[in-house]
């Protein structure tokens, strides 16, 4: 009757998963309840125009479509997604997860294996008393065994390596996340380069021809060389900023090859210029609490912080007894031709249970190791929705002031080419040196790049604050989000099925 119950009370504590893991308390938010209001916070931009607006809508439930008007930008992020070298990675990290897990969770479950084998064995002939001393045992049957997870200890080995798995599907989804923005941003990089071209050779146009008009003057006995070199520092300088620029435009292109995973296709849709992207800049930021479900790193830290909890109990259960069933059963013979003859039926049954006494000090080292190791993992998920907080929080600053930025470099590259054109025309009837039509020329080149810099830092802003929303995973407003381990649907190879782990235990 006691080995019944016994094997009654092992059957449900198996059949319920039971483990030794600490009750997983979420750790509070180290952060306020919302983002930063007042001063540069309360300047927010609204829609873009009136057709390009968020509508209220959360950056994850914003499409990467929506949110990019160019054609050009939505077929490079197409490609990246099919591609990218470091996306692929990623999800091949997730089949690794997975296989893992699968190993782990199979020791839950008995083994079964087919056997079949020959001894052959020679006795001393005084010792044997057929007077044979050469035996032979021909052996085939089936071997099982199975380790009853009284204390949970498989249980949350596999517990664990679940929570890894999923960690490792959430790594994925922050990966593909990433490559969207890291695409736009480096797209935003070209266009941005490309303007500074066209700013530097527009300045070299006009340098050229101001050093044309100074060395015709400086050859007919009218003209300075002063003025001479002056104009000539200008052109001087404008080439070599040509030169410059013209490479940075190669190394971009470059880093754009590179996100992308293969040569820029010759079909690419036309492009939209810098100033005419036309991002939805009305984006609701929300509040912190929000990007626990929004942000993929820090569901991955959460993860991690299970899996950590989840060891706590197999190293508990390390300090209990291993209770283990073996067993065979198939035939012997002395010889090959009677396996299978009535009466070579063979059997065995061998229960075992085994209880650590002295393991010097290594389960109660394992006990601390888990318990810091899970401080860790709590410290990790708690410094991930800081590190989230503060980059919503940068983004929302950098948002409320970019526009009254770019407004005042305009007029202030308005102002800059009226004092150049009136310093050009005195110069010409003689009334100012050459000296102030330089300096104008000069702040004025100046005045130009740092436009165009700062609409490139604009975009980028918003692209960089979408991320940071949890924006850029689904492909069109209203599309059901795919699980975090589900493949790009792009035609790409199939991965694997998130319901495949998660229902798995």
Avoid at 17 to 28: E, N, S, V
Avoid at 44 to 73: E, K, M
Avoid at 80 to 101: G, H, T
Wanted: glycine content about 6%; overall charge neutral.
């Amino acid at each position: 009757m006691q080995k019944h119950s016994l094997i009654a009370v092992a059957v449900a504590l198996f059949a319920a998963g039971c483990t030794m893991a600490p009750k997983y308390h979420r750790p509070d938010e180290p952060v306020t309840a919302t983002f930063p209001t007042g001063g540069v916070y309360d300047t927010q931009p609204g829609a873009a125009s009136a057709s390009r607006t968020a509508n209220g809508q959360a950056a994850a439930d914003i499409g990467w479509r929506d949110f990019f008007a160019d054609a050009r930008l939505q077929r490079l992020i197409e490609i990246a997604l099919k591609n990218n070298r470091d996306l692929r990675v990623s999800v091949l990290n997730i089949q690794a997860s997975q296989a893992q897990y699968q190993i782990t969770r199979a020791a839950l479950f008995p083994t079964l294996n087919a056997a079949a084998s020959q001894s052959k064995q020679r006795t001393p002939k005084d010792l044997t008393s057929t007077g044979l001393t050469i035996s032979n045992t021909y052996s085939v049957g089936l071997n099982a065994s199975w380790e009853i997870d009284f204390f949970g200890r498989i249980q949350s080995l596999k517990d664990q390596a679940l929570a890894q798995y999923l960690a490792t599907a959430q790594a994925r989804k922050a990966a593909e996340i990433a490559l969207v923005s890291q695409v736009a941003n480096q797209y935003m990089t070209v266009l941005e380069v490309d303007d500074l071209l066209k700013v530097t050779q527009n300045t070299l146009k006009t340098a050229q021809e101001s050093y044309r008009i100074a060395k015709l003057q400086f050859d007919n006995g009218t003209g300075s060389e002063l003025d001479l070199r002056q104009s000539e520092t200008v052109v001087d300088q404008a080439q070599a900023n040509l030169q410059s620029q013209a490479r940075l435009r190669a190394q971009a292109d470059n880093a754009l090859v590179l996100l992308v995973g293969e040569p820029l296709p010759d079909d690419l849709p036309p492009g939209m210029t810098l100033d005419n992207q036309n991002l939805l800049t009305d984006v609701p930021a929300g509040l912190p609490s929000d990007l626990l479900t929004r942000r993929p790193d820090i569901m991955e830290a959460e993860e991690n912080l299970l899996a950590a909890n989840a060891n706590i109990g197999a190293a508990r259960a390390a300090f209990f007894p291993k209770v283990s069933l073996t067993g065979s059963f198939g035939t012997l013979s002395p010889t090959l031709g009677g396996l299978f003859k009535p009466g070579s039926a063979a059997w065995s049954f061998a229960p075992s249970i085994t209880l650590p006494i002295f393991e010097g000090g290594a389960n109660k080292a394992n006990l601390d190791l888990a318990t810091v190791q899970k401080n860790i993992q709590i410290a990790t998920y708690e410094k991930a929705i800081q590190t989230a907080f503060r980059e919503v929080a940068d983004g929302l600053a950098a948002r409320g002031t970019y526009d009254q930025q770019i407004q005042a470099l305009e007029r202030n590259t308005f102002a800059e080419q009226r004092r150049l054109d009136l310093s050009d025309l005195r110069y010409r009837n003689g009334v100012d040196s050459y000296l102030s039509v330089l300096t104008a020329q000069n702040d004025l080149y100046i005045s130009q790049q740092l436009l165009v810099t700062a609409r490139m830092q604009r975009l980028q802003n918003l692209v960089t604050l979408y991320q940071a929303l949890g924006g850029g995973w689904i492909e069109r407003a209203g599309e059901q989000p795919r699980p975090a381990d589900a493949p790009v649907d792009y035609g790409a190879a199939s991965a694997p099925v998130a319901a495949s782990a998660a229902t798995a235990g």
